[in-house]
């Protein structure tokens, strides 16, 4: 299992509280096995791509945008490095601020684990906005 996080402190919160209200069975078994791997190769952090490119194109240009995209979405180190130099030569200051970030985080050659085509993070941002209310309610009326 894999997942994103900007967080390791909130998923640690979110598993182990998952895993107090689940009751024990077969099915919770995953649960425990990322437990013990929160702090190892089951979680990557990753960067949503959407407020970075944001930030980005505020920064720098809008004209900028394609080429970023082809950056943070480089499947290999080789496009990576081709996508990079082809900014350097369009725009040198901006691709040393890209370089300066570590690549890990928003590079999808560079990121340990899977993004499944997810670069953003819209999934979560919808779900907390669907969610918002029903956050101050108590547990028992959740349920």
């Known amino acids: ?8 402190d909130s998923w640690c919160y979110f598993v182990m509280h998952l895993l107090a209200a689940l009751p024990i069975c077969s099915r919770a078994q995953p649960l425990y096995y990322t437990v ?3 702090d190892t190769v089951c979680i990557c952090r990753a960067y949503c791509c959407f407020h970075f490119k944001e930030n980005f194109i505020t920064k720098f240009s809008h004209t900028l945008t394609d080429i970023f995209r082809q950056i943070t979405r480089s499947p290999t180190v080789y496009l990576y ?14 691709a040393a601020y890209l370089r300066n970030i570590p ?19 819209n999934i ?14 108590p ?5």
Not at 124 to 136: G, Q, S, T
Request: hydrophobic share 45%.
């Open 1 to 8: 299992m894999v997942l994103a996080w900007e967080n390791r």
């Open 103 to 121: 690549s890990q985080f928003w590079v999808a050659a560079f990121i340990p684990g899977h993004r499944y085509g997810q670069d953003t993070s």
């Open 36 to 38: 013990g791997k929160i």
């Open 124 to 137: 979560v941002e919808r779900i907390n906005f669907d969610f918002k209310a029903l956050r101050e309610l």
């Open 81 to 94: 490095n081709y996508h990079i130099n082809t900014l350097d030569q369009l725009k040198p200051t901006s």
């Open 139 to 143: 547990i028992v009326e959740l349920l």
